[in-house]
């Protein structure tokens, strides 16, 4: 089992930044890959970055150049730096672990609201 806690949300302008954090319940060495996704109204939940314990990142086009992910084993987080925010950003952010064999299992967070006022 995997607990994780996301923070970091809020209401910002068109053109600004907020940074996103969540904190797993076990050293995120051990995780293979953590994940933003979010969810916008009426939408299907999509990934926005992934991180994997290698190191290796991944990001939607939408947010290529906005966006980083970074992790810190000494945090046990995973943050997501969001800069230059557009209206079409606004969604609830979640935070996904994805434990690979033996012990395979997906988690997820609760959510965190972004919401971005043009």
């Known amino acids: 089992q995997v607990q994780l806690v996301e923070s970091g949300g809020g209401l910002v302008q068109a053109g600004g930044s907020l940074r996103l954090s969540c904190a797993a319940s076990r050293p995120i060495f051990r995780i293979n890959t953590m994940a933003w996704y979010r969810q916008a109204p009426g939408k299907q939940r999509d990934v926005v970055a992934a991180?994997?314990?290698?190191?290796?990142?991944y990001y939607a086009s939408s947010v290529q150049g906005r966006f980083t992910i970074s992790s810190d084993n000494a945090r046990n987080t995973v943050d997501l730096q969001m800069n230059n925010l557009k209206h079409e950003d606004t969604a609830i952010y979640y935070c996904?672990?994805?434990?690979?064999?033996?012990?395979?299992?997906?988690?997820w967070g609760q959510g965190t609201q972004v919401t971005v006022s043009s």
């Open positions: 996904k672990a994805v434990i690979l064999p033996p012990e395979p299992g997906n988690y």
């Open positions: 991180i994997t314990n290698c190191g290796e990142t």
